[in-house]
């Protein structure tokens, strides 16, 4: 019985990640075309078992160097990137480059993508970089962190804005072929993500 939740979780999850890039809150086409959870986990698992009993992610900042971020769950709109691009073609964003992804590995705390996990905070990263006139940035789209090399290949098929947020198991990361706005999105995005969590 005891095993019965953790499938259920990822279901739950799963449609999460589906329903992010389906839909927004205010039942209009979504402008993400995949989203993955990245899941904090200890760099050896299982997770020490202390002398107390206690089993725990203990995420302080004594303990970063321990855990590491992975692929838990994605989802992509596969039917909307050929609709987008003709068809599916090399070189355009696809099965292969979002699969690609799925092999990454993340240092929490470290990099665009652990420090997000650990600041428990949002960036958005656009394929242009920001002119100083462009009003609709905030301050947290741009970013000084390095981004991962995964993300190369991405903008260079057709995806234009990244952003990655924080949540409780982890990253929550969408990926869009439009620019989409930070400030005016993201509000919409945790209203969405609030009445959809698990």
Known sequence: MEGEGLPLLNCLWHHLLRSLCSWDS???????????????????YP??????????????????????????????DFSRCERSFGSLVRGRFGPDVFFKMSHEVYSY???LIGKVAADNSHKWVFREVMSESDTNCSSWSGSLDVKPKAWESQFSSGIQTIA???????????????????????????????????
């Open 26 to 44: 205010c039942n209009q086409p979504s402008k993400w075309v995949y989203a993955i959870l990245w899941r904090v986990l200890p760099r050896n």
């Open 47 to 76: 997770p020490p078992q202390w002398d107390d009993g206690r089993v725990g992610l203990d995420l302080s900042n004594r303990h970063q160097r321990n855990w590491i971020l992975v692929w838990e769950d994605g989802f992509c």
């Open 109 to 111: 705390g470290e990099g």
């Open 164 to 198: 990655v947020v924080a949540v409780r198991e982890g990253v929550i990361q969408l990926g869009s072929f439009d620019r989409v706005n930070a400030t005016h999105f993201s509000r919409k995005f945790y209203e969405n993500l609030n009445k959809k969590s698990c």
